[in-house]
């Protein structure tokens, strides 16, 4: 989700996968980027434009949102078969050790930050 020209990038690690093997990738969940800050301020999470295409400047370095489809999709144009999608929450005993320290903690238990993803290379 950090490179700008993403495609080629996905094209060039399934290339390298031999065939039949997995290529395995995680990322921010798109439909949940920003989960904490808008937790925060809302006291739930929002979203207004997840089917968009977009920058996320941070202070260090940008983000690209896309929605799910555009990864799925692509996987999918460059041959590869979907084996496995988890989106894991974060552990209740975790948050509760951290919740002092970290207001609105909860809401990555309630919603997944993360998105693993597994597909087959084709043969």
Known sequence: MAIPDWKPAMRAC???VRP???FVFALVHPAFEQLLSTWQKHSAYRVQ???EEYEIVGAIASDFHR???AYLNELASL???LREVAEPGLDPAVAAAARSATPAID???CLPNFL???A???A
């Open 14 to 16: 399934v290339d390298a």
């Open 20 to 22: 039949g093997g997995l």
């Open 49 to 51: 434009r997840y089917l």
């Open 67 to 69: 929605p799910l489809s």
């Open 79 to 81: 041959g590869c078969r």
């Open 107 to 109: 809401s990555y238990v």
């Open 116 to 118: 693993f993803v597994s």
């Open 120 to 122: 087959e290379v084709s």
